[in-house]
């Protein structure tokens, strides 16, 4: 219970600190909107193609959108431990008391209740634009839990990575790097059977693809609740994995001080 509280404690801090950045704020809300509405209007008669499931582009497009801007987000959280690290926040927070695994499950923790955020908003304006979740209210909580958990996956990655490289330009080219390979090895954009056939074998082994999948299953008519729930434990298992490293890359940190 000390480590929840201490969780708790640390969450609010990081929210009281987004909201001191009105720009950002802006951006996080914005910027799923404009990503929805292009890509839909780009790519609106590409399901003249087979293997789409649904005629409307909108309504295939909603769920990859949804764990396309929680993959992105995760992936550039750690920046908000090097600038901790940079200002010296995270040497005074172990002169606490603090629970030290909050300081890293916090940052997960608040990495994934933004997502689900931006989520709420990707589905209303698909909502808006035609879209309906397939699933129902436990279909909403399917897709709810999907971009949480690839949040929460990924920001234990990048915290990690933030922790043992400690700089911005490291951070900044190893985003970039796994960014863009992993969401095109994805069905975010594009039915799997238009994909090569080595993209397809790499997308099983994807964490952005299984949220994808939990997600479109429940989106799209034909819910198979199995491989929603199987993808959403695959990923639950990844983001224990990935935090675990960002638990471990701390107490790599602390041994240098």
């Not at 709420?120 to 879209?131: E, H």
Request: a positive charge.
């Amino acid at each position: 219970m000390t480590a929840v509280a201490h969780t708790w404690y640390m969450l609010g801090r990081q929210t009281r600190n987004l909201v001191r950045q009105p720009v950002w704020i802006f951006i996080l809300l914005v910027q799923p909107f404009f990503w929805l509405l292009l890509y839909s209007q780009l790519f609106r008669r590409i399901t003249d193609l087979p293997g789409f499931g649904t005629t409307s582009y909108v309504q295939f497009l909603v769920p990859g959108i949804v764990i396309m801007t929680a993959f992105f987000s995760a992936t550039w959280s750690g920046m908000a431990m090097i600038e901790d690290l940079r200002l010296g926040v995270v040497e005074r927070f172990l002169a606490t008391p603090a629970r030290r695994s909050a300081l890293i499950l916090s940052q997960v923790v608040r990495s994934g209740l933004q997502s689900v955020i931006q989520a709420v908003i990707i589905l209303g304006i698909g909502f808006l634009m035609g879209a309906r979740v397939a699933g129902g209210a436990a279909g909403w909580l399917v897709i709810f839990l999907a971009a949480f958990l690839v949040a929460a996956t990924f920001a234990g990655v990048s915290h990690g990575l933030a922790l043992l490289t400690r700089k911005d330009a490291t951070m900044i080219a190893v985003s970039n790097f796994i960014g863009l390979p992993l969401l095109f090895i994805s069905t975010a954009l594009i039915a799997e059977d238009l994909m090569p056939s080595w993209m397809q074998w790499a997308a099983r082994f994807n964490p952005v693809q299984w949220g994808i999948l939990s997600s479109r299953e429940v989106m799209l008519p034909g819910t198979d609740w199995t491989a929603a729930w199987t993808h959403l434990l695959y990923l639950l298992a990844a983001a224990v994995a990935t935090s675990a490293f960002a638990t471990w890359a701390f107490r790599a940190y602390r041994r240098t001080l």
